[in-house]
């Protein structure tokens, strides 16, 4: 199976479970003379995750949901009005922080350009009328198929924020995507927030994991909140050794999947009903099949039957994902299947 559903289904290497074994282990959940947890490794990793965001401090998660709803908890209380994306992970996916039956945040939205880019001037309309309490912003971007925010328009809007006194907060889950893509240092891409949760998880390819990056006393805050939350660790240096791993060896990998991504959308240049972004931006390629009379669930059910996988994230989009289980070789065979099916579409696929 040629596995494109997602950047997390990603496996750890004999390598990096090998990295386990010599970590040194403590109770991250019991804090030493510094506030820090007593698990070495995990706050050996917080270090790294903290310099290569250009943060004084940084916490892990277990996952990238709690990470992003500690940061909403720590900027703004709950019932806050929140500023993201209409397509945002953490309100589309996650959730939590804005149902009436969790944290009753209020979502004003704003929409992401086409390129990518931010619109400063809605933002700025929305800020001024609206009592907004924190911006959140996500690059890359996933379901938008992995656009990245331009550096210049997260500055534009970090200006707008700093003139209010408003917090932003960057969901960095593909931030080294991004930073891979734009080519730039992720610090430089997280300059342009507050906080930024990313996840080893994905396309770095640790098994369990996600870290938050901000200022020392911010992590503080967090820090509680992880443990109201029930998200304190005890060995967690276990999952930590792997970030550690990956951050170390993975990052160099990420252009190959953007490559690849590239790559199958230059090969699906002329199909006939099935539009593919010509141009992705990581390792996200999007398909629209608004034009191919086919929705996105019975698409994916005649994919996997040709050994490709892939995930709706609308009724009439597909998001493929690439990684590092992704070799060179997969790229013409997904295309093949896209392709056949796109011509079963043309030749008025029976529903
Ligand atoms: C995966 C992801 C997260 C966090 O997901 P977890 O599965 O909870 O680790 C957050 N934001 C974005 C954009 C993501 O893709």
New binding site residues.
Partial sequence: MIDLISD?VTLPSAAMLGSILNAPLGDAGRLDGRGRGEDPTTNALEDLAAELMGKEAALFFP???LA?TCAVLTHCPAGSRVLVEERQ??LVSEKICFRADGFRMEAATYRLQEDGSLDAEAIRQILQTQPIALVCL?NTH?YSGGKCILPDSMKAVQALCRERGIPVHL?G??IFNAAEALGLAPKEIAACCDSVMF?V??GLGAPIG?LLCGTAAWIEKARAWRRLLGGTMRQSGVAAACGIYALQHNIPGLAEDRRHAQQLSGLLRDLKRIRVDPAPHSNILLLDLSAAGIYGKRFCAMLQERGVRGSVVSPEEVRLVFHAGITAEDVPAAAKAVREIDGLCAAGLSQ
Avoid: L
Wanted: aromatic share 0%; proline share 0%.
């Fill in positions: 997390t996952t990238g949901t992003n992970h953490i996500e996933n969901d889950a593909r996840c998880s994905k996600s």
